[in-house]
């Protein structure tokens, strides 16, 4: 009679083990790469709209206080050629005053070498009546400015 030999038993594998580690890694990684990028895209967006929002919160807390100088100093050059500082000064006063406001929204697009921007804040004058309005927003020579 011929002698099979038997097999001598294998080693536990641990594929099942070895798969879960792999499979945590990869679940770590792609939560801390998530995590960065979106931090880099958030710092992004607000660097790219804050110098806007902060053009618009100056031009809208000058004309909450009344001073009707600084607010047109904050407008762009077609608007300042259109209109003289007395004309808007004027029609400023003979409006309601601001009370206040709030920036609800900001938008910064740029095409064709050409940055523009809005704002969306709904305003509140001292006669309690509110409306929301859309600020158009330029960058003249690396300065925001508001357009209307």
Known sequence: MAYQPV???????????TILIVVGVVLVLCCLGGS????????????????????ATTYLDAMRR??????????CAPTRSRISEA????MQAAQPRLREYEITGVNVTSTN????????????Q??????TQLFRLVKEDGTWRVCQ
């Open 36 to 55: 960065i990028g979106g931090f880099w895209l958030y710092r992004t967006v607000k660097d790219a709209v804050g110098p806007a929002s902060d053009s």
């Open 87 to 90: 004309d808007f000064t004027r």
């Open 7 to 17: 097999p001598a038993p294998s080693a536990p594998r641990r594929t099942t083990r």
């Open 126 to 131: 001292e006669n309690g009546t509110e409306t």
């Open 66 to 75: 009344g001073d009707h100088s600084a607010a047109y100093g904050q407008l």
């Open 113 to 124: 070498g050409r940055t523009e921007g809005s704002a969306t804040v709904r305003l509140t």
